[in-house]
């Protein structure tokens, strides 16, 4: 029979059944040897006595993937429809940098994604609200604005779910406990605070899980990241990683060109003119020399 990975610990790993609940398995070492599962995965399950045993994972659909610290591409969760960048915009502060990797990976591996600006309670004027929203709704990017105290954007959210295999990052602190707290109040699950010394978040998801939330909809809550690392992916798809650079592409004097230094650069250009946000750019600039370093390693 076919089972979905919830979680995956030392030993073994939680199941998901068909009707939603969970049990335990154990991994067949075959299965460890071609590659550990991942949340998200379909695994072929064996039951022996009342043991579950995972005798094989099926092949992947789309992943979400960062760069471990070995350097080597990692995956985060499997057979994903949708990613939620989520960040708040106070307690912590609103983190640019982690979702333009975030949006990169996702882009890279043909994944839709969205942003979920969180917290929005905290924050008493609309315009830096809007002023964050405005350089990822521009490149194309459905941008969710979100209270769990309010209850502010909550249906909107559930409402696009529907159906979905949908898979949270962010992090620490930005809320997504509290997301999904909010999208099935029926889980008992624990929700952190801020440290108080770093003003960033606790980590209170400690692994990997998948959430049912009914109506075949899928929600995979994962730890909060300090970092969201993309200098695995090689340097000459970066800026394909932008959607907003894209229609400026062929428009540029050279082929080959990194919009960094070439003369006759249409995304210069377009940054110049003011149709493609400067802070977007000067992000990929700085995403394009981490992966550059990778390169030069390699």
């Not at 005798?55 to 591409?73: Q, W, Y």
């Not at 960033?200 to 899980?209: I, L, M, P, S, Y």
């Not at 959430?211 to 730890?223: A, K, S, V, W």
């Not at 210069?268 to 493609?276: L, Q």
Request: glycine content about 8%; overall charge neutral.
């Amino acid at each position: 029979m076919e089972m979905r990975v919830s979680s995956v610990g030392r030993r073994g790993v939680t199941l998901m059944t068909e009707n939603g609940s969970h049990r335990s398995g154990e991994i067949s070492g075959r299965v460890y040897r071609e590659g550990t599962p991942v949340a998200g995965d379909w695994a072929v399950v064996e039951e022996r006595g009342e043991t579950l045993f995972v005798v094989e994972i099926l092949p992947r659909r789309k992943v979400l993937a960062r760069t471990s610290s070995s350097g080597s591409r990692q995956v985060i969760a499997a057979n994903v429809d949708l990613v939620l960048v989520v960040v708040s915009i106070r307690e912590p502060d609103l983190d640019t940098g982690f979702v333009d990797r975030a949006l990169v990976s996702c882009e890279q591996m043909g994944l839709d994604a969205a942003i979920v600006l969180n917290k929005i309670d905290l924050e008493e004027h609309d315009g830096k609200i809007e002023g964050a929203a405005a350089p990822y709704s521009k490149a194309g990017y459905m941008i969710f604005r979100t209270s769990c105290l309010t209850g502010q954007g909550m249906e909107r959210l559930r409402s696009q779910l529907a159906g979905l295999s949908v898979v949270m990052t962010g992090p620490s602190g930005t809320g997504k406990t509290s997301i999904a707290r909010s999208l099935r109040p029926d889980l008992d699950l624990r929700v952190g605070s801020l440290s108080a010394k770093t003003s960033t978040g606790k980590h209170t998801t400690v692994a990997t899980r998948l959430i049912n939330l009914g109506q075949e909809t899928i929600l995979i809550d994962t730890p909060g990241l300090r970092l969201f690392s993309v200098s695995h992916i090689d340097s000459r798809e970066l800026s394909d990683c932008f959607p907003e650079f894209r229609p400026f592409h062929r428009d540029c004097r050279f082929r080959d060109c990194m919009h960094r230094t070439e003369p006759g650069c249409a995304v210069m250009a377009a940054v110049e003119r003011g149709e493609v946000s400067r802070d977007r750019y000067e992000s990929y600039l700085s995403i394009l020399e981490e992966t550059d370093r990778k390169d030069q390693r390699r």
